[in-house]
Structures are given as structure tokens and as C-alpha cells.
């Protein structure tokens, strides 16, 4: 198909952008840690949620 025809030789030059749900809501709430808006955090003394 055209699409993957441009990636036969290797990738094209591209960029792309995304936000996360977790940091949008950290500016909208004013949250000075993504982890005080993420449901389960990430850490590394915390086993299960």
C-alpha cells in the first residue's frame, strides 16, 4: 500500500506530539506532581496499588 511503501527503506522523517490524559490534569488541577493526579502511581516502596 502507499503507507508502508515509504517505510521499505527505513522510517521517513516524521514528528508527532500527544499529552497525556495524567498531565493534563495535573495543569488543570494545579497538581505540582503528575503522581498526585494518576489513580495508581509508580513507585518504586509501593508493590500493589
Do not use: I, K
Not at 506530539?17 to 494518576?38: P, Y
Amino acid at each position: 500500500t502507499f503507507y508502508t511503501d515509504g517505510f521499505r527503506f527505513g522510517a521517513p522523517p516524521h514528528a508527532g506530539w500527544g499529552l497525556g490524559v495524567a498531565r493534563l490534569l495535573m495543569v488543570l488541577t494545579g497538581a505540582g506532581n503528575v503522581r498526585e493526579v494518576v489513580l495508581f502511581p509508580r513507585d518504586r516502596s509501593r508493590v500493589t496499588p
